[in-house]
């Protein structure tokens, strides 16, 4: 915490500070004292306020100060192409996966027909953008483009992408294949989850063969925010989908058995959790998980539910042999919208990351932008893990209040 004493050179000359066992005595003077999240408490008065350095401050003016990611200076690193049909107004929730010395990023894109579309990006040193394809590399099937209009229609714009595609994409690298999740909506009445792959040779030459996507969750829900993990658990392929009020994961032998006709039954009701402050409204989870030697680190979205239009991001840690138990949880956000590329776009006030890779002990995590840009913000990995054991709060508390 930083104290910081405002007053003019005449002033500090007119004031008397006595010394006694240490107490300061302070006589008009103004007190700020900047706690995180950039608010600054003041007080001031014309009489002489005693201050015992000694003794710690009022519960209700202390804030535990957390370790926050290391924005790039090159930010934001990608931006929509404004002659590029296809990515000429939004680039935006970027994943990430890195192999053979070089961070891989797919990117949702919007262009001109407000059809969301993936596209490509590389970097050799997880900042600057070494290499970016003109072309879509993803895009949904032409069989699944008209929309599902036995369903309701509903209120659902993600980025400002209302004529649907592929959102929000998720790579695991799992043996040699790449796996991708993502949020399929047709726009109009169905926001899925679908389930694609590509072999680790043809990532790697860019021979875009997907595999044909499947859906594995139910039609006429509304599902975002879905993660494979990077290893089998216990031997089975582990996909996380729901988080609070409590963390569920599906297990299966082979996701083969998704073959769009058995679906994950998730919970998307997304209580409110009075007992939490900045996260009280826990959105989703972020990029796939990353093991460590702690556990497995998650990081998340989330917002205070009175203040529901500030996307924040958060970290956790699972446990590596039952990842349904939360080990360590952040007190306070690592990333929040503070720059100006984060509150001026399509929605103001939104860091939201679906990638993160971890290059010689540095954590890289990549994140939209007020849905509209692509920034990158880093942290060395280890730095990260004792901070969320020293600041750890773990308590998940189920709140009947729904909004």
């Known amino acids: 915490m930083k104290f910081v004493m405002k007053t003019s050179m005449a002033a500090l000359k007119k004031k008397k500070i006595k010394k006694r066992a240490g107490v300061k005595k302070v006589d008009s003077l103004t007190l700020s004292v900047r706690l995180h999240g950039g608010k600054t408490v003041k007080k001031t008065s014309g009489k002489v306020k005693i201050f015992d350095l000694r003794k710690p401050l009022k519960k209700s003016a202390k804030k535990v100060l957390v370790l926050e990611l290391k924005r790039a200076k090159q930010n934001p690193i990608i931006e929509p192409a404004r002659n590029s049909y296809w990515e000429s107004k939004a680039t935006l929730n970027p994943t990430a996966l890195y192999h053979n010395d070089k961070v891989h990023i797919i990117y949702r894109a919007i262009g001109d027909n407000d059809s969301s579309v993936l596209g490509y990006a590389g970097s050799y040193d997880g900042y600057n953008i070494a290499e970016r394809l003109p072309y879509p590399v993803y895009k949904r099937p032409s069989h699944s483009v008209k929309p599902d209009i036995s369903l309701a229609p509903i209120d659902y714009i993600s980025g400002g992408g209302w004529n649907g595609g592929c959102e929000d994409p998720r790579l695991t690298l799992l043996g040699d294949t790449v796996y991708m999740l993502y949020t399929a909506f047709d726009g109009w009445g169905s926001v899925r989850i679908a389930l694609t792959s590509i072999p680790l040779a043809d990532f790697e030459k860019?021979?875009?063969?997907?595999?044909?996507?499947?859906?594995?969750?139910?039609?006429?829900?509304?599902?975002?925010?879905?993660?494979?993990?990077?290893?089998?658990?216990?031997?089975?392929?582990?996909?996380?989908?729901?988080?609070?009020?409590?963390?569920?994961?599906?297990?299966?032998?082979?996701?083969?058995?998704?073959?769009?006709?058995?679906?994950?039954?998730?919970?998307?009701?997304?209580?409110?959790?009075?007992?939490?402050?900045?996260?009280?409204?826990?959105?989703?989870?972020?990029?796939?998980?990353?093991?460590?030697?702690?556990?497995?680190?998650?990081?998340?979205?989330?917002?205070?539910?009175?203040?529901?239009?500030?996307?924040?991001?958060?970290a956790l840690i699972l446990d590596l042999k039952d990842p349904t138990k939360v080990l360590y949880r952040s007190s306070a956000p690592i990333l929040e919208p503070e720059e100006y590329y984060e509150n001026n776009g399509y929605k103001w006030g939104v860091v939201y990351s679906c990638g993160a890779v971890v290059v010689d002990g540095t954590l890289f995590v990549y994140y939209g932008g007020a849905d509209k840009v692509i920034g990158v913000a880093s942290v060395p990995l280890n730095r990260l893990l004792e901070d969320l054991k020293t600041h750890r709060m773990t308590k998940l508390k189920k709140q009947a209040v729904q909004l």
């Open 206 to 314: 860019k021979n875009w063969i997907w595999k044909a996507p499947v859906l594995i969750s139910p039609r006429g829900e509304v599902h975002k925010n879905w993660v494979l993990f990077p290893e089998k658990i216990n031997g089975k392929f582990a996909i996380l989908h729901s988080f609070f009020p409590t963390v569920r994961i599906d297990y299966f032998e082979s996701l083969n058995e998704l073959d769009g006709t058995k679906f994950i039954h998730s919970d998307n009701t997304r209580p409110i959790d009075s007992s939490r402050d900045w996260d009280s409204w826990f959105r989703g989870v972020g990029p796939a998980p990353i093991k460590t030697d702690i556990g497995w680190l998650i990081l998340y979205h989330a917002m205070d539910h009175k203040n529901p239009d500030r996307y924040r991001l958060g």
